[in-house]
Nanobody, 124 residues
């Protein structure tokens, strides 16, 4: 069983930055594709970014490209989402997810494990 615990959310003004962390348990963490998703009130969960098992490849949804950076430290079983130039539309609960499949995917249904989420609120 894999457990994921997010941290780093909070309230920030537009233009500010936050760094989300997701600590995981499990010896096979380094083999998982990892993803970040978010859900705003009244909206469906949406894909934000994913990263390959090695960290050498990343993919972002268009709205965060150039502002967010996804990284991982397999030695620490942790992934990070650096969020810069935050906008009010970035507000939501951010979820970390792990996929046993090595295939890059933006489909939340393909992820096997989920964290409890961390709230990010960007004020205008």
């Amino acid at each position: 069983q894999v457990q994921l615990v997010e941290s780093g959310g909070g309230l920030v003004q537009a233009g500010g930055s936050l760094r989300l962390s997701c600590a995981t348990s499990g010896r096979t963490f380094s083999s998982y594709v990892m993803g970040w998703f978010r859900q705003a009130p009244g909206k469906e969960r949406e894909f934000v970014a994913c990263i390959s098992w090695s960290g050498s490849s990343t993919y972002y949804t268009d709205s965060v490209k150039g502002r967010f950076t996804f990284s991982r430290d397999n030695a620490k079983n942790t992934v990070y989402l650096q969020m810069n130039s935050l906008k009010p539309e970035d507000t939501g609960v951010y979820y970390c997810a792990a996929a046993k499949s090595p295939i890059f995917t933006t489909d939340w249904g393909e992820y096997d494990y989920w964290g409890q989420g961390t709230q990010v609120t960007v004020s205008s």
